[in-house]
Nanobody
Framework: QLQLVESGGGLVQPGGSLRLSCAAA????????IGWFRQAPGKEREGVSC????????YYADSVKGRFTISRGDAKNTVYLQMNNLKPEDTAVYYC???????????????????WGQGTQVTVSS
């Protein structure tokens, strides 16, 4: 059974930081694209970032570029999303997603991703 488990969400003040973790169980990430999507109440789902594990190619949405960093952890089955300088508009449920991927630019749309985590809530508020 392939599973993705997110953790690290919570409540943070504007300007603060959080690090989300995505742990994969049941498969190794070597040839996968891993992405982070988010959805706020009343808003459309948004692709935040993704990484092609085999070659390290990354993508960031314009809304998070320069503030968020996606990376693979030393524990090879974990991917992190470091989020700095958080803003109230970053408030959403964040989902980790995975799709088999040999390399190159990772998919930016949600549709190719066939594995989804349960989501973790991030709230940015003073």
């Amino acid at each position: 059974q392939l599973q993705l488990v997110e953790s690290g969400g919570g409540l943070v003040q504007p300007g603060g930081s959080l690090r989300l973790s995505c742990a994969a169980a049941g498969f190794t990430l070597d040839y996968y694209a891993i992405g982070w999507f988010r959805q706020a109440p009343g808003k459309e789902r948004e692709g935040v970032s993704c990484i092609s594990i085999s070659d390290g190619i990354t993508y960031y949405a314009d809304s998070v570029k320069g503030r968020f960093t996606i990376s693979r952890g030393d524990a090879k089955n974990t991917v992190y999303l470091q989020m700095n300088n958080l803003k109230p508009e970053d408030t959403a449920v964040y989902y980790c997603v995975a799709h088999p991927w040999l390399g190159g630019r990772c998919p930016r749309a949600a549709r190719p991703y066939n594995y989804w985590g349960q989501g973790t809530q991030v709230t940015v508020s003073s």
